[in-house]
Nanobody, 110 residues
Framework: VQLVESGGGLVQPGGSLRLSCVAS????????MGWYRQAPGKERELVAT???????IYADSVKGRFTISRDNAKITMYLQMNSLKPEDTAVYYC?????WGQGTQVTVSS
């Protein structure tokens, strides 16, 4: 199983980014997928998860600003992040089951 994230970068407060996670080695549509993040000195935390049947759960801190989605045909999961805040700065990881991507850095700063 391989998960490859992309789309991170430096953005000003209030800006937007879209993260992508391409999966291989699994039957993508059958599994729950999620985005996590880890800021310096903090534990890794759940950002959003999308269940195979379509149920979505968001962390309270990102509700109304982030949108998780998946395209099973493209074996890709997305995280649209709007109205970004400095506290969103972290390495963002893609996850399914016990598998993790390498992470992509998101930095929100003026």
């Amino acid at each position: 199983v391989q998960l490859v994230e992309s789309g991170g970068g430096l953005v000003q407060p209030g800006g937007s980014l879209r993260l992508s996670c391409v999966a291989s080695g699994i039957i993508f549509s059958a599994y729950n997928m999620g985005w996590y993040r880890q800021a310096p000195g903090k534990e890794r935390e759940l950002v959003a998860t999308i269940i195979s049947g379509g149920t979505i759960i968001y962390a309270d801190s990102v509700k109304g600003r982030f949108t998780i989605s998946r395209d099973n045909a493209k074996i890709t999961m997305y995280l649209q992040m709007n109205s970004l805040k400095p506290e969103d700065t972290a390495v963002y990881y893609c996850n399914t089951m016990k598998y993790w991507g390498q992470g992509t850095q998101v930095t929100v700063s003026s």
